[in-house]
Nanobody
Framework: DVQLQASGGGLVQSGGSLRLSCAAS????????IGWFRQAPGKEREGVSY????????YYADSVKGRFTISSDNAKNTAYLQMNSLKPEDTAVYYC????????????????????WGQGTLVTVSS
């Protein structure tokens, strides 16, 4: 079975760092693109970052560019999201997802292009 297990969330002060992990099972991570999304209370889910197959491309939302870094470790079949200089507005549940539909490169932010989702991990940034 295809599964994605997100972990690494927690409570951190503004300016702090966290590293989220997305452990994949049931498929080879290197064969698929992975996206990180987040959803804050009362807001829609938004695309945060994206890594293409074989680390071919990496994209970031403007709100996290320069602060977040996406990566993957094929030996561990795990993707990561390193989050630095965290702000209270980064508070959300973070999800990783496998992209199964590909329309255009820039549509990586569309949740409907992802077929499998992890369960989410909560990140809380205090001011």
């Amino acid at each position: 079975d295809v599964q994605l297990q997100a972990s690494g969330g927690g409570l951190v002060q503004s300016g702090g760092s966290l590293r989220l992990s997305c452990a994949a099972s049931g498929f080879t991570l290197d064969d698929y693109a992975i996206g990180w999304f987040r959803q804050a209370p009362g807001k829609e889910r938004e695309g945060v970052s994206y890594i293409g197959t074989s680390d071919s491309v990496k994209y970031y939302a403007d709100s996290v560019k320069g602060r977040f870094t996406i990566s993957s470790d094929n030996a561990k079949n795990t993707a990561y999201l390193q989050m630095n200089s965290l702000k209270p507005e980064d508070t959300a549940v973070y999800y990783c997802a496998r992209r199964d539909r590909f329309r255009y490169a820039y549509t990586w932010v569309l949740a409907r292009e992802y077929g499998f989702w992890g369960q989410g991990t909560l990140v809380t940034v205090s001011s």
